[in-house]
């Protein structure tokens, strides 16, 4: 399979990070933290993908859930990480083998095939007050604010009462379990062509700006995705930088796109 990635801004200053393996391609996205977390989600998200990288690398037909289980538990260890008080991550696998392409998704990161969008939404589901009030300010033009600040701190302590249990969302932080409540597909290859894994921060305008022709962002290289993600930072800077056209809770968030293809 060929695989093409692109990441805004450079890995140094973004809490993305995306993993290869022979045969499967891991995104993470780290959770903005506007309440204080032990360590920065840069570091957690770059330690727990590489502790699912090295277990996909070291037995590529394991199941993912178990997989990301066991990287969770291990990097809660390393990074001594309590439930509850962590930061967090999306978390999104394809894998290509055997015939089949299997899918994991845990947040709201987004896996695009031909005929399918597999994304998690139980959090945006749960519909917050703060999110829906931050939202309607930016459009109303208050721009980013410290009652926006503030908002998004609200925001954040109410989502943790919710986190990792039943009846609010799941996502990779510090308990285990959380793997074995993420959204899951398998499809014959002879479906599934092509994939792009794309997190929210480029999805998001990307769909806005109408720059979502997947297939083609499939076909793409890695320099042309690179523009891609360049040209919705230029339109954030230039063209909506108080977020008033598109709401969103910061002017940039971390954007990173994989694109894979010849499946």
């Known amino acids: 399979m060929r695989v093409a990635t692109a990441q805004l801004p450079d890995l140094d200053n973004s809490d993305d990070r995306i993993f290869t393996t022979a045969n499967a391609v891991i995104v993470l996205d780290g959770a903005s933290a506007f309440v204080p977390v032990p360590i920065p989600a840069a570091a957690y998200a770059d330690t727990l993908g590489r502790e699912v990288q090295q277990r996909l690398t070291d037995e590529p037909a394991a199941e993912l859930a178990n997989t990301l289980a066991d990287a969770i538990a291990a990097t809660a260890t390393a990074l001594d990480l309590t439930p509850g008080e962590s930061p967090s991550a999306t978390v999104a696998i394809a894998r290509v083998r055997a015939g ?17 969008i597999i994304r998690d ?5 749960l519909g917050f007050a703060a999110s829906r009030k931050y939202r309607d300010r930016l459009a109303s033009g208050t721009g980013y604010d410290d009652e926006h600040r503030d908002l998004l701190r609200e925001l954040q302590t109410e989502q943790a009462k919710h986190r990792n249990r039943d009846g609010g969302y799941w996502i990779a932080e510090a308990t285990p379990d959380a793997a074995y409540h ?6 014959p290859t002879d479906e599934v062509p092509w994939l792009v894994l794309a997190t929210d921060g480029a999805y998001t305008p990307m769909q806005h700006l ?16 690179g523009a891609v993600l360049a040209r919705c930072h230029q339109w ?9 056209a598109l709401p969103r809770a910061k002017r940039h968030d971390d954007k990173s796109l994989a694109a894979i293809s010849g499946v």
């Open 121 to 125: 939404d139980r959090l945006g589901a």
């Open 210 to 225: 109408g720059l979502d022709d997947w297939p083609h962002v499939a076909a793409a290289t890695s320099r042309d995705l």
């Open 100 to 116: 089949h392409v299997d899918v994991l998704m845990l947040g709201d990161t987004q896996v695009v095939l031909p005929d399918q």
């Open 182 to 187: 993420a959204i899951t597909t398998r499809r």
């Open 236 to 244: 954030e800077a230039d063209d909506d930088p108080n977020g008033r």
